[in-house]
């Protein structure tokens, strides 16, 4: 574009204050210490409860999560197919599901539906902690688990995502994401730091029966709390053409398409080499099963430092900001995957969960910053899809790799690729292919 203008607002179409459809406002710049400040959105109390319920839920999580893949190992003796298997039939489901539970979430109670799922995570944890008190786990029943799992998390991310959106006034939008993602990656800290202690003094079937009690007191939090949503009421047609409605307002709204098309490369390139974090600390670093906790946590801080820098900026996140993270992300993975030190790896894998989480936390703020409330379910299924969805056929041609020729050339041939794609999108970029960066919104009416 030229002459300084940037496109409508997608707050425009809900009716919110700003310019009329069609009409061009100056680009200016955030300004006022306000927005500036990167923790604003723990002023708004809807979102403290909400994040104070994700956060239980988080670390539980990550306990249930830690535990499910080491004693996958513990059976298999450290297999990489079925780690890769286990890692692939949790996430599937959302490439299944999250463009159903998009639309679900574009049409009821978003809180009822965050109830709803995380009633039925407690029910599916507590039955494998039951399994595994009675001895009777395998790798098919793990697997088992892990889908049935991935399949409540397929129906619960999209009015997860929106739901943070619905919490906020739309100039703390930015700021909520951001410290949304880097809670997550604190329960990716804390999680696994208490998960090993579990493990060590009650075995796994009590780490299940602890996740099941965080949902529970995450359904206790989640009550009280009251969601601004603007869901459509006059929007009719099927599941499947409220579905293409999506994919049409996606087309319609860029650059989302290009901001889902590097996430899913990312996603298959990049994201899944955690699946292989057991294989690098026994096989390539020469630690114990257990040790590869110590990577998930040196991960996870990176990850939270990237997800705060986010919250950090003074203007929204572009597809150029996300593609130099994902090019910086191929540059660290592939030393990673070439290194036989163990400081040095902790300290590649935690650059490599700044940039992982720094390029997620962009994509996601830039998304929900171009939709229209109305679409936001459809348009975070869609991102469910691109981030977890497509995370399965990287785990699997990973674990295929790995086994073949060893985890560090499988990760070494995704880094690369990464780093190729982010070249790419850069290059288009600076081509002014993906137009000006998008503008920060209004604050819609509370």
Wanted: proline share 6%; charged share 10%.
């Amino acid at each position: 574009m030229s002459d300084g203008l940037i496109p409508p607002l997608a707050e425009d179409e809900a009716g919110l204050p700003g310019p009329s459809i069609g009409e061009s406002i100056p680009h200016e710049p955030l300004i006022g210490r306000e927005r500036r400040r990167p923790f604003r959105a723990f002023n708004n109390h809807e979102f403290r409860l909400l994040f104070a319920a994700y956060a239980i839920g988080d670390i539980g999580f990550w306990i249930s999560h830690i535990s499910l893949q080491s004693e996958m190992s513990r059976i298999t003796h450290t297999s990489s197919l079925w780690l890769g298997i286990l890692f692939f039939t949790t996430f599937i489901p959302m490439l299944l599901f999250a463009p159903i539970a998009g639309v679900i979430a574009d049409r009821v109670d978003r809180k009822k539906m965050l109830i709803t799922t995380r009633g039925a995570v407690g029910l599916i944890a507590t039955a494998l902690g039951l399994v595994v008190f009675a001895n009777l786990e395998s790798p098919e029943v793990l697997v088992i688990f892990g889908f049935l799992m991935g399949t409540m998390f397929a129906f619960m991310a999209p009015a997860q995502q929106a739901a943070t959106a619905n919490s906020v006034p739309t100039s703390d939008l930015t700021s909520a994401i951001s410290i949304q993602s880097a809670g997550n990656n604190l329960a990716r800290i804390g999680g696994p730091g208490l998960a090993v202690p579990i493990l060590v003094l009650w075995g796994p079937g009590w780490a299940f029966i602890i996740y099941a009690i965080s949902n529970l007191l995450m359904l206790l939090t989640l009550l009280p709390i009251h969601l601004s949503s603007h869901l459509s009421t006059s929007e009719t047609g099927s599941t499947w053409h409220r579905w293409k409605q999506g994919l049409i307002y996606a087309r319609s709204r860029p650059p989302a398409v290009a901001a889902l098309v590097l996430m899913g490369i990312f996603s298959i390139f990049g994201a899944a080499h955690v699946a292989l974090l057991p294989v690098f600390s026994t096989d390539v670093l020469g630690h114990s099963r257990d040790d590869f906790t110590i990577l998930v946590i040196a991960s996870g801080v990176g990850a939270v430092v990237g997800a705060l820098a986010t919250g950090f900026r003074r203007t929204t996140p572009t597809l150029g900001t996300a593609s130099r993270w994902v090019a910086g992300f191929g540059v660290t993975g592939i030393m990673f995957a070439f290194s036989t030190t163990w400081d040095l790896s902790i300290f590649l894998i935690a650059m490599m969960g700044f940039c992982y989480f720094s390029v997620t936390t962009s994509l996601n703020t830039l998304l929900q910053h171009i939709s229209d409330d109305e679409k936001r379910g459809r348009i975070m299924g869609l991102f469910a899809v691109a981030w977890a969805g497509l995370i399965p056929f990287g785990g699997i041609w990973m674990g295929a790799v790995a086994s073949a020729a060893g985890a560090p050339l499988a990760l070494g041939i995704g880094a690369g690729v990464c780093l190729t794609c982010a070249g790419f999108f850069i290059l288009r970029e600076r081509s002014g292919v993906y137009g000006e960066s998008v503008p920060p919104l209004t604050d819609p009416p509370r």
